[in-house]
């Protein structure tokens, strides 16, 4: 058996077709695919900002890019802002430790229905984060993490694209174990 095509087949370009536009049905699309992932208690501590390109919200977003990922986040069809909601409603917690986690549940499975939809995501964290957070001003609790760029990829996947070894999942962050019985 082999990893299912859908996930081996995934990329994250680095350049976009600019002419490619989505419908407001392929935005509900694939947040009704983030809607579907996984999360603590149900709790969904997940929210998102979406801008289409040529749309008054992509220009807002786009001003807080840094310069590295101005260069080719713009021609992307669709910028999301993802945020995710980290104190817990009826608990004395001032932290959820599971709620970047959760949002990172939601963006896989964003990322595998733009994939199965021939588009591409690529995520990234190259922005003004305290301009952008003072801008969309998120309520309390909730906390801008990272933003999506998807589109139509301009490129092709990279023939020789390097993962680390499942052997190294298992042994790379464990040390002084000793010999486990």
Same mark, same amino acid.
């Given at each position: 058996?082999?990893?299912?095509?859908?996930?081996?087949?995934?990329?994250?370009? #680095?350049?976009?077709?600019?002419?490619? *536009?989505?419908?407001?049905?392929?935005?509900?699309?694939?947040? =009704? $695919?983030?809607?579907?992932?996984?999360?603590?208690?149900?709790?969904?501590?997940?929210?998102?900002?979406?801008?289409?390109? &040529?749309?008054?919200?992509?220009?807002?977003?786009?001003?807080?890019?840094?310069?590295?990922?101005?260069?080719?986040?713009?021609?992307?069809?669709?910028?999301?802002?993802?945020?995710?909601?980290?104190?817990? =409603?009826?608990?004395?917690?001032?932290?959820? &430790?599971?709620?970047?986690?959760?949002?990172?549940?939601?963006?896989?499975?964003? *990322?595998?229905?733009?994939? $199965?939809? &021939?588009?591409?995501?690529?995520?990234?964290?190259?922005?003004? #984060?305290?301009?952008?957070? $003072?801008?969309?001003?998120?309520?309390?609790?909730?906390?801008?993490?990272?933003?999506?760029?998807?589109?139509?990829? $301009?490129? =092709?996947?990279?023939?020789?694209?390097?993962?680390?070894?499942?052997? &190294?999942?298992?042994?790379?962050?464990?040390?002084?174990?000793?010999?486990?019985?």
């Amino acid at each position: 058996m082999s990893v299912h095509p859908l996930l081996a087949s995934r990329f994250s370009p #680095l350049l976009f077709d600019p002419a490619r *536009t989505l419908t407001e049905g392929d935005v509900d699309l694939l947040l =009704e $695919a983030a809607r579907w992932a996984p999360s603590a208690g149900n709790s969904q501590p997940w929210a998102y900002f979406v801008a289409r390109r &040529d749309e008054p919200e992509h220009k807002r977003i786009v001003r807080h890019l840094a310069r590295s990922s101005a260069r080719w986040a713009p021609t992307a069809s669709l910028l999301i802002v993802t945020m995710a909601h980290r104190y817990v =409603e009826d608990t004395d917690w001032a932290y959820s &430790d599971f709620a970047d986690y959760d949002l990172g549940q939601s963006v896989a499975h964003l *990322t595998l229905q733009a994939h $199965a939809m &021939d588009l591409a995501c690529r995520q990234f964290r190259a922005f003004d #984060l305290e301009a952008l957070t $003072a801008d969309l001003n998120p309520g309390p609790g909730w906390h801008i993490v990272s933003m999506i760029a998807v589109g139509t990829p $301009a490129e =092709e996947p990279p023939a020789d694209r390097a993962r680390r070894s499942t052997a &190294d999942l298992r042994t790379a962050p464990w040390s002084g174990l000793g010999d486990v019985p």
